[in-house]
């Protein structure tokens, strides 16, 4: 007999249209939380938890949290609870796309205030390993630089470092070193996690496994991360960063798959690739592949030119230390490019610091400030697709539906269904090893420079409708739904463990009401034994 709880957004029916929550006032917050943090009535700080990277949602939470640390973060999850009706969102640096991290009415914790700086790094563990001990709060960026002043790296990281531990911990967290560690959740052995009673649980593989793995990649859904341990191996020093360009995708496949499964991709540390519009538009085009300054690019190297409307670029990093001959980087390098099938002479390469290449979209982010795009609306749509679809994806959206581009970068490499640990509560394609991360990083500029969000949106609709009638093998990254059947659709298989594990880690439905899977005002909700 399993016990579990059903708080569901209504079946198929939008979130717009979810039965209004209660009109909270300030009289809804204890007053005698005791926080060693403080709470934030204030205007300002509504609108800063009101909005996030997406900018296409906004709704105004009751109150923000600046917690001093996991004890504070724990008071407001049993004050919430004690209320009968608040709920509480856990806030990182607001890199959701719809809203996910927010709060309507709601009380919104910002996990970058609670001991941001508190690290610990182990330089030698129990089992001989390097580890840091970091905060949930604590950003990527700054985890990197502390771990090299003790010369450690993580094996793991995301494209961009200005994103929190415990959020990406909540999602899955993938980048180019993906292929060989897995995502960041399958790169974390310890986390403290403050569940939906507010309690303060340690978890770990071998301690409260079950709130462990459904924690990683469970959207927030079980607990809020206040914590995290995870592996370091020692630092290079630099990157040979590479960029090869193929005409065609059957090429393009070939080889990023061949260094993704094979014993050749043990020379490379880093596989990622990009579709790029073939003309000389600046965000979409050619000018988007070279690495460095005065970097040339021929487009007539490109056998058949104009019968290609996008063209593929495979991105690739080798790290090695400054005591290493350049001769034997070359050797290296030279050996496996040479093994690759892109178009003869369309290969750029530059040497970068380790910090420099991770930290590169930082200087993307600067100018984009600059710019004033990176404030502006980001409908973005991430998904995972099965090899087994990814060709005939390429076929009837990157060449037909986006060959236009995107207004920005649009990621396409694969990874390794081994490298993922299936205990998590992160879902993906049901076949085969290799499946493909699809990311349509898409910026809205100003109109009529670019398209208008509304344009954008749907356009991502008619991509997800042409995977849907063409049956593809796909899931979303960072998923957004609007009803049960959709969220239900989405887990598959692994529904019933995710409504078991709400109802044992969260069953009041307090936790991440953003995400829209549980409502904790939904009117049908109730408790009910399972007999099967």
């Not at 060709?391 to 009837?396: G, K, P, T, V, W």
């Amino acid at each position: 007999m399993i016990a579990y709880a059903e708080r569901f957004v209504p079946e198929n029916e939008p979130h717009e249209a979810e039965p209004p929550q209660q009109d909270h006032g300030i009289d809804s917050v204890p007053l005698n939380l005791q926080l060693q943090g403080t709470v934030d009535f204030g205007a300002s700080s509504a609108a800063m938890a009101a909005r996030d990277f997406g900018g296409m949602r906004s709704v105004t939470p009751l109150a923000v949290i600046r917690p001093a640390g996991s004890d504070d973060v724990a008071r407001v999850v049993k004050a919430a609870l004690c209320s009968g009706d608040l709920t509480v969102a856990a806030r990182g640096n607001g890199h959701s796309i719809n809203g996910q991290a927010m709060s309507d009415r709601g009380l919104v914790v910002d996990m970058r205030t609670a001991e941001p700086d508190r690290f610990q790094i182990l330089t030698k563990g129990p089992d001989g390993i390097g580890y840091a001990v970091v905060p949930g709060g604590a950003l990527w960026e700054d985890v990197l630089r502390v771990c090299l002043t003790f010369g450690y790296a993580l094996r793991s990281y995301t494209d961009y470092l200005g994103l929190t531990v415990g959020g990406t911990l909540s999602n899955a967290g993938v980048s180019g070193q993906a292929f060989r560690y897995g995502p960041q959740t399958s790169n974390v052995t310890e986390l403290e996690v403050v569940i939906g009673n507010g309690d303060i649980v340690p978890c770990s593989e071998r301690e409260n496994p079950e709130l462990f793995f459904a924690a990683l990649g469970g959207l927030g859904q079980f607990g809020i991360i206040t914590r995290a341990k995870i592996p370091l191996q020692p630092a290079p020093d630099l990157v040979r960063w590479v960029r090869v360009v193929y005409e065609d995708f059957g090429s393009y496949r070939r080889d990023a798959e061949w260094l993704v499964t094979g014993r050749e991709g043990e020379s490379v540390d880093y596989v990622e690739g990009f579709i790029f519009v073939n003309s000389n538009d600046p965000v979409n085009g050619w000018p988007t592949v070279a690495i460095k300054p005065g970097q040339l690019l021929d487009s007539s190297q490109v056998p058949d030119y104009a019968s290609h409307p996008v063209l593929y670029c495979l991105e690739l990093g080798f790290n090695y230390r400054r005591t290493d001959k350049t001769s034997t980087v070359d050797k290296v390098v030279g050996g496996l490019l040479g093994q690759l099938r892109y178009v003869d002479g369309l290969e750029f390469q530059a040497d970068v610091t380790y910090a420099d290449f991770l930290l590169r979209v930082k200087v993307v982010e600067k100018h984009a400030r600059a710019n004033g795009i990176w404030d502006a609306p980001h409908p973005w749509l991430n998904m995972f697709v099965s090899a087994d679809d990814i060709s005939e994806f390429d076929r009837l959206i990157f060449r037909d539906v986006l060959k236009g581009g995107v207004g920005g970068p649009v990621l396409v490499y694969p990874l390794l269904r081994s490298k993922w640990d299936r205990r998590t509560s992160v879902v993906l394609p049901e076949s085969g090893e290799v499946f493909y991360l699809v990311a349509l990083l898409r910026f809205a500029l100003p109109f009529p420079q670019g398209q208008s969000v509304t344009q954008m949106v749907e356009e991502n609709k008619k991509v997800l409708r042409i995977c849907d009638e063409n049956r593809f093998d796909y899931k979303l990254y960072l998923p957004h739904y609007k009803s049960r059947d959709e969220w239900k659709a989405h887990f598959g298989g692994q529904w019933m463990r995710f409504v078991e594990r709400k109802v044992r880690f969260d069953p009041m439905a307090v936790l991440a009401p953003g995400q829209r899977i549980f409502s904790r005002s939904f009117a049908g909700s109730r408790c009910y034994i399972d007999e099967k």
